[in-house]
Structures are given as C-alpha cells and as structure tokens.
C-alpha cells in the first residue's frame, strides 16, 4: 500500500513570497489533515478535512494561509504572503474516519520550508 | 488553559532496560489518547490507541496505560533496543471531530 505523499520535501523562499505544498493522501482515506511542526515542538493540527469539506480550520491563519482539497482526494496548502515565523515542517495526513471515532493517522515526510 | 506535558525532553536507558515515558494533560476530556514515533527528517508513525474506558493496552515491547483520575498515559517499552530510539509523542483525541492535539515529545536514546 502506497504511503502519503507530499512535494516538496523542501522549499526555501523569501518573507513576503508565496508558496504551496501538495499532499495524495492513502487511497481510500476520507480525511486529510494538514499540521505545522516547529522545530522541538509536536506537530499542530492547521486544518482537517473530511472527503472534500472542511471539519477544523481553527487554528488555520486565514489573512495568509489557505487549503483545499478538490474533489475529496489530493489537497493544497498555500501561504501568501510568507512571514519568517512560518519556517517549520508542514506534514500531511489522512485516516479512515467515520464522525465520532478516532483512527490512526498516517503521515507524510512532510515539507520543510525555510523562509529567509 | 489547556496543556500536554511529556516528560523531560530528553531520556537516556541502557538497552534492555525497560523505558517508561510520561504524558500528562489538564483540561481535556479525552476520547482517545494516541502514541506515535518520529525519526528525525519523518513524519510520526503511529504505534498504539487506547480509550478512555481502557486502562491499559500491549502491543509486543510496547505498553500504554491511561489513567482518566490522574489525567496521565504512561507509554512503556520493554527489553528496549537502539532501533528504539526516536521521539515518541503522545496526542489526545478530543472535540466533536476527534481532532489530534500533540504534546511536545520526549526524545530517547536506548544505549549500548
């Protein structure tokens, strides 16, 4: 079975430049979360999905970072513009979920981004 | 507020020494309280879920117990290896949409 992928493994950009990441979750898989991992810390969930709606966006920065996830399979994740407090690990990750359980997530490689 | 404490950042064994890692939380109900493992440059991989009506749940080396009183997990590995060294992140499963919330990690090294 195909694990989650994510591209770009990595990505260096400049403050005030924009930049997107991809993830293909595991086939089959209805959610799809995207989370931010800062250096030292665990990774924090920025937005859950389930099929192609939005479940949790809350602790998702709307003035600068959006996410869709078209027809319920592959999803983006957008900053615009970038701050230097944004260079972390993006991680996707998607689960089968039905509403009111807990499954275990699995995770891809994840993006680092270097905002200089 | 609301707060996930693991242990020390940093925990050092002698192999085949059991390691026993501490996640502590205030102010959440949990569901659900998960354990993953994260090698350097991956994502977390996940290794055990227990419930809130389960105290305690095994899965060869691995052993978590879950103490809704105490608001506490306990994540055991026994007979522990060097392969074993990693960060291990416990995360709590709460809200309507049973969203993950992670602590920080602990890191172990397993000595030769």
């Known amino acids: 079975e195909a694990g989650v992928a994510q591209s770009p493994r990595y990505k260096i950009i400049e403050k005030r430049q924009s930049v997107a990441f991809w993830c293909n979750p595991i086939s089959g898989h209805a959610t799809l979360y995207w989370y931010q991992q800062i250096l030292g810390q665990g990774p924090k969930l920025l937005i859950q999905f389930q099929n192609n709606g939005v479940v949790d966006d809350s602790q998702l920065p709307k003035d600068r970072f959006s996410a869709e996830r078209l027809k319920g399979v592959d999803s983006t994740l957008k900053i615009q513009p970038a701050k230097l407090e944004d260079s972390a690990v993006y991680l996707c990750?998607?689960?089968?979920?039905?509403?009111?359980?807990?499954?275990?997530?699995?995770f891809g490689p994840g993006t680092r981004l270097t905002v200089t | 507020s609301q707060k996930i404490e693991q242990n020390s950042e940093a925990l050092n064994i002698q192999e085949g020494k059991t390691a026993t890692l501490t996640c502590n939380y205030t102010n959440y109900s949990p569901a659900y309280l998960q354990w993953y493992r994260q090698d350097p440059g991956r994502g977390p991989v996940f290794l055990l879920l227990?419930?809130?009506?389960?105290k305690e749940k095994r899965k060869e080396r691995l052993k978590v117990t879950f103490d809704t009183t105490l608001k506490q997990s306990l994540f055991h590995i026994t007979a522990s290896q060097p392969a074993d060294s990693a960060t291990y992140l416990c995360a709590i499963s709460s809200g309507s949409a049973r969203q993950l919330t992670f602590g920080s990690g602990t890191q172990l090294t397993v000595l030769p």
């Open positions: 990750a998607s689960s089968l979920t039905t509403v009111g359980d807990s499954y275990e997530q699995y």
């Open positions: 227990i419930r809130e009506n389960e």
